[in-house]
């Protein structure tokens, strides 16, 4: 039986799986019984994340005959006219609009002009999440820089932050109902702030929600750069034990002459450094990273410097790509690192982080840890570690014993009093 209902079909960074949950509750509240709507959100930071987009346009084109099909998300936002012009798609909404309840009250059952006054809106929502344990709330979107490899400051636009105030009344809300952890997100979540009057920082944000929120137990972010990193976020780092002791940090290369031609905004020793430096000041933290395997023009010792980056930072957690072309940014126009040689670099770059990762486990084997259970007894602990904890329910905070690790590679935890 084919599949009939609004739904929503995600494609790319976990900030596009956040907002695609917001835009199912509003469809999920504007569309009418029976109706069959499809919002595909697509990503455009690769090309085979554009591919997998169309192909599945057309999947939908076929399997789900009469229903609306409306496009958004940041290929349809680089690219409108190639999505306007598939026979399959119905409409557009902007990035800016996709947050908006209002344009999936009007999608939903009429007005194809719609997607036109989209266009002028801006998404004022924060909030999106999954689950009861954890919350993701989207405090800054857009990105103001320009490296070469990336097509996303023209899919999101500038860098707009969402007031203080706005934020800190989401969280309560989030935290009031149930929520044990927020995970502050962002296309490029350090440049909060310097949009807004008086260009306060994300550590100044973070601190005056911990201050607001007492009751929140857990306070994490999403990716950071590392050259932007405030020093009220470092001290909060070092002294606040509701800030989660791990990090994720776009790095992207390891290899200063590579990181140059990419426009990034730091230094390999300074990459280095950061890592160092926080890991003195809170011991035990962790760190995870967004690397790119085969820049143009990246020889084999730069991909080296790559691959021991990750032991330099501690990197055990490691968000990999193979680079791919984007039409119109500089970088399409260097010459490039033959595809089978990104991919072999990218399968290199995954299995160090896979041997960081497992020596991390054993590690912390026999310690102490405190496990936000998010589904089916398992969860998170402070450092970003999956752990599965029998018989521990959602949405509860599990303080255990890391035991051993199963067969599948992941750590067990055995509940221990609080405390103990």
Known sequence: ????????????????????????????????????IVVVNTCAVTAEAERQARQTIRRLGRERPGARIVVTGCAAEIAPDAYRAMPEVDALVSNRAKLKPAV????????PAAEETAAEADARLVGGFAGRARAFVQVQTGCDHRCTFCVI???????????????VGRIADLVAAGHR?????????????RDLPGRPTLGQLARRVLTLVADLPRLRFSSLDPQEID???????????????????????????????????????????????????????????????????????AFDNSLAILDDC??????????????????????????????????????????????????????????????????????????RVPGGA????????LDRIDGDGRLIGRPVAAGG
Request: proline residues 6%; aromatic residues 4%.
């Open 231 to 301: 020093e009220d976020l470092i001290h909060l780092l070092a002294t606040e034990p509701r800030v989660m002791p791990h990090l994720h940090l776009s790095l992207q290369a390891g290899d200063d002459l590579v990181l140059k031609r990419m426009k990034r905004r730091h230094s390999r020793a300074q990459a280095v450094a950061l890592c160092r430096d926080l890991r003195a000041l809170r011991p035990g933290i962790t760190f995870g990273a967004d690397l790119i395997a085969g820049f143009p023009t990246e020889s084999e010792a």
């Open 314 to 387: 501690g990197i055990a957690f490691a968000h990999v790509f193979a680079y791919s072309e984007r039409p119109g940014t500089p970088a399409a126009r260097m010459p490039p690192v033959p595809k089978p040689v990104r991919r072999t670099r990218a399968a290199r770059l995954r299995a160090r982080a896979a041997d960081r990762l497992a020596a991390l486990q054993r590690a912390r084997l026999g310690r102490r840890a405190d496990i936000l259970v998010e589904r089916d007894g398992e969860g998170l602990s402070e450092h970003g570690l999956t752990v």
């Open 1 to 36: 039986m084919t599949r009939r209902g609004a739904e929503v079909v995600t494609f790319g960074c976990r900030l596009n799986a956040y907002e695609s949950v917001v835009i199912e509750q509003s469809l999920g509240e504007a569309a009418t019984p029976g109706e069959d």
């Open 153 to 167: 400051p023209y899919g999101r636009g500038e860098s707009r932050s969402i007031p203080a105030g706005e934020v």
């Open 104 to 111: 999936w009250t009007a999608l939903a059952g009429s007005a």
């Open 181 to 193: 952890e927020i995970v502050l997100s962002g296309v490029d979540l350090t440049a909060w702030g």
């Open 394 to 401: 959602a949405g509860t905070i599990v303080p255990v014993r």
